[in-house]
């Protein structure tokens, strides 16, 4: 599976994003898609996930309440909604699939997309 992921940029404090995902066949149902983020000196971090069969998505607690996780099975594409920007959820944005478990392990994630910047401006 190919991922490209899309809608990165720059954004004032308090401002939105929304992040795409799409893949390039269809993702099995038994599949989580998970969302990164790595901020400069810092390690990649688990920001949330959404398991591809239900929709049901769960997210770190240092987002929780601000993004949202959708996907559209039909166009093999996620979503991550991002509003109330933080200065410190600047960072490359990662869509991740692969696991068939809940998991914020990198390791756990077989593909990976390229990522997309995201840059919140205070």
């Known amino acids: 599976v190919q991922l490209q992921a899309s809608g990165g940029g720059l954004v004032p404090v308090g401002g939105s994003l929304r992040l795409s995902c799409t893949a390039s066949r269809r993702i099995p149902s038994n599949y989580v898609m998970g969302w990164f983020r790595q901020a400069p000196n810092k390690e990649r971090e688990f920001v949330g996930g959404?398991?591809?069969?239900?929709?049901?998505?769960g997210y770190e607690s240092a987002v929780k309440g601000r993004f949202t996780i959708s996907r559209d099975n039909a166009m093999n594409t996620a979503f991550l909604q991002m509003n109330s920007l933080k200065p410190e959820d600047t960072a490359v944005y990662y869509c991740?699939?692969?696991?068939?478990?809940?998991?914020?392990?990198?390791?756990?994630?077989?593909?990976w997309g390229q990522g997309t910047q995201v840059t919140v401006s205070s």
């Open positions: 959404v398991y591809w069969n239900t929709g049901l998505a």
């Open positions: 991740a699939t692969g696991s068939t478990i809940w998991s914020a392990r990198s390791a756990d994630y077989d593909y």
